[in-house]
């Protein structure tokens, strides 16, 4: 198993930056990938940026492009996400989650975290 904790979001206005924190523990070996989703109110839960856990292969939404940077350090099993240049359109609750290697499949999830842009 491996267990995710978020670190808190929060509320920022328009323009600022943000950045949010994801630490695995557990069985971190099996980690294949770790991502980012959002969920907006009244939307789908949408993948929005995914990190390879060995290498460091990233993969962005079009949406969040040239605004936001997935990272990790190995060393202290932690995923980042760095928001810049926040829209309101970029509130929602955010959610860290890890697959196993070899799998697609989301299995990991962390507790989600609010995130409010104002305008």
């Known amino acids: 198993q491996v267990q995710l904790v978020e670190s808190a979001g929060g509320l920022v206005q328009a323009g600022g930056s943000l950045r949010l924190s994801c630490a695995a523990s557990g069985r971190t070996f099996s980690i294949g990938a770790m991502s980012w989703f959002r969920q907006a109110p009244g939307k789908d839960r949408e993948l929005i940026a995914q990190i390879t856990w060995l290498g460091s292969t990233t993969y962005y939404v079009n949406s969040i492009k040239g605004r936001f940077t997935i990272s990790k350090d190995n060393a202290k099993n932690t995923m980042y996400l760095q928001m810049n240049s926040l829209k309101p359109e970029d509130t929602a609750v955010y959610y860290c989650?890890?697959?196993?290697?070899?799998?697609?499949?989301?299995?990991?999830w962390g507790q989600g975290t609010q995130v409010t842009v104002s305008s």
């Open positions: 989650a890890a697959t196993k290697f070899g799998s697609p499949v989301h299995e990991y």
